[in-house]
């Protein structure tokens, strides 16, 4: 198995439980509303939102992708931690077996948050 993971930290305006329940909580039928230059919709396919809660994310017409489709594999309102993994769809471009992501928001200073974000690649086989 070989694995590529990467740790970016993006700064948001909100405080760590209003931009977790905006995005994760209700980031299904707010997302698309907000962007919809880039999502079409959010649909939940199997469960009730939580842990093995399988979603479609549909893309608008226009961008690169057009579906993938992911399973929650953690959502923690305490501790303001989502991990999905994105195992179907257009992202994967053939290549990755499957994406892994973990976003942990935290307070910073200015009264804003921080999304510490770690993405892991999984490729189907090792490319030279």
Do not use: C
Request: aromatic fraction near 14%; charged fraction near 25%; charge should be positive.
């Amino acid at each position: 198995l070989w694995l590529f993971s990467r740790s970016p930290m993006t700064p948001l305006p909100n405080p760590p439980a209003r931009a977790f329940k905006a995005f994760f909580l209700d980031g299904d039928k707010l997302i698309p509303k907000i962007m919809p230059q880039a999502f079409k919709s959010i649909e939940i396919l199997e469960g009730d939102g939580g842990a093995g809660t399988i979603k479609k994310i549909n893309f608008a017409e226009g961008t690169p992708l057009t579906y993938m489709k992911h399973r929650v594999d953690e959502i923690n309102t305490e501790t303001f931690k989502y991990s999905y993994t994105v195992f179907e769809g257009d992202a994967l471009t053939g290549k990755l077996e499957k994406i892994s992501y973990e976003i942990q928001l935290v307070a910073s200073p200015d009264g804003g948050s921080v999304a510490k974000t770690t993405s892991k690649f999984y490729p189907w086989r090792v490319f030279r």
